[in-house]
């Protein structure tokens, strides 16, 4: 059975493992900081690389960023890795097989094939966190594009109110409907609604009010982050409205630390009631906070 | 050579012609208006069928409506076609080989086979009229969808300022783009802007003014017709954009009534100057009015 060094390269740290060809864990997840130079970056990858080789048969990279058709490097310019990344030849780092894949795509594939989606040949898996990404199964096959940087939902622009993203676009999903757009809200209900006077946040100064504090005013039944919440939700359904409408899946899986905070139930419902398809599945992802490491894994093993 | 009797089921009237497996047209094509009654409709079908059975190899179907992944029937309730057309069965009108298509996915293959999107592995076409149809093409392939219902862009909500759609839901895309849409924006503009009361359509109630009155208000440098195509545009590219985000295909091509209204080369130039994927090219339909027939010939000849 085919053995892989699956890594994640986030903007924030790097994770890796062993991982068979089933997606089961051969090792612990080994984690270190993500530098903020590139040829830093690219020396910790050696030395991640080096220690395993010997025992291998593929590595494998889920990164932030729009990969390549050819699974060999990123595209885009990815604002939360070093300067360069997008200029790095993975499969310079060893005389191995490297596959690399998009996170987002990743953790798709890892819910499709071992998650929440198992068996369902047509199956989004939207990750709601700081921001929205996206990993769009058709047919059993990852949606990539042209150039490998399709699924780029949060970048989809609803609502119409004039937000402007951290992209500095103006009304994409994310800045409506991620962990910053709920934080987004919160501020701009307590700036124009008297709701907030009434509220047990009223002390805060609006812009320090976090998603933490929503999620436990919902709690404390306070009016406020009630209002707040609702206007989330609602922005929440309007897109996975029109990914339904668009793709008719069988099933979103919400993946993202947004998701512990949805009854997907209500989505679901709530979604169905609107749609001009045929009803999907709204589930929480299943497969762990490794779904990158896992799912390149699993995609690498069937392309290698 | 294969010889398909191709028949484009529409609301108001039914188009056929003889087809050949190339997309070429083997006869001229005749027209007769689609009846209100379900039975009279099959008579219709039969009686078209019947003249052509015998020198014909299969016959296909390009209709309104969702059709099911086994191309065999209408899934979907169909408010222009007569009551009960949803159970349909094709297959029961011929002997020969039937095969059925939604309207929208048959023309947008006949772009990519024949037409504007040639060669091109990921195109959409967005069909523009008095609504707004998709058919996407990824890797070759229609999306379908677990149902066949997908492609429902029309219905893909954006902009928020809340107008009612025909099918009652709000904010859909169509409302907004769509021939109706821009009648709907000169309706709006005229009643909320006082820019109306110097437009050479002051005199007219802003219920009646027309998508041509606009247009030829545009030739005549007309401020107000501008102000109201300005909105339409920017909604219509709004739409384009989240389309390229999601899918990052090579081309999005324009069809339908409005297609000749637009500069190709403007929305090109607006919509890439917005994404986060890669420049799509937007191109107008060059397959014709027939496309639906030419779309569902070459669809049929390559399934059966």
Known sequence: MKKVLAIDAGGTKLLYALINEKGEFLSDVEKVFTPKNIEELKEIFKTIIKKYEEDIDIIAFATAGAVNNENTKVESSTPNMPEGYNSLEFSNLSNKSVYVENDANAAAWAEYKIGAAMGEDNTITITIGTGIGGGFIINGKLLRGKSGRGGEVGSMKIAGRGRVCTCLRKDCWESYASGTGLQKTAEEVAFNDEIFNLSIFSDKSPKDITTYDIINGLNMKDEYSKKVFDIWKQDLITGLINITNIFDTESIIISGGM????????????????IVTSPVKIKLAKAGNYSGMIGTALLACEKI
């Open 259 to 274: 998701g512990k905070f949805i009854d997907t139930e209500e989505i679901e419902n709530a979604v169905n009631s609107e």
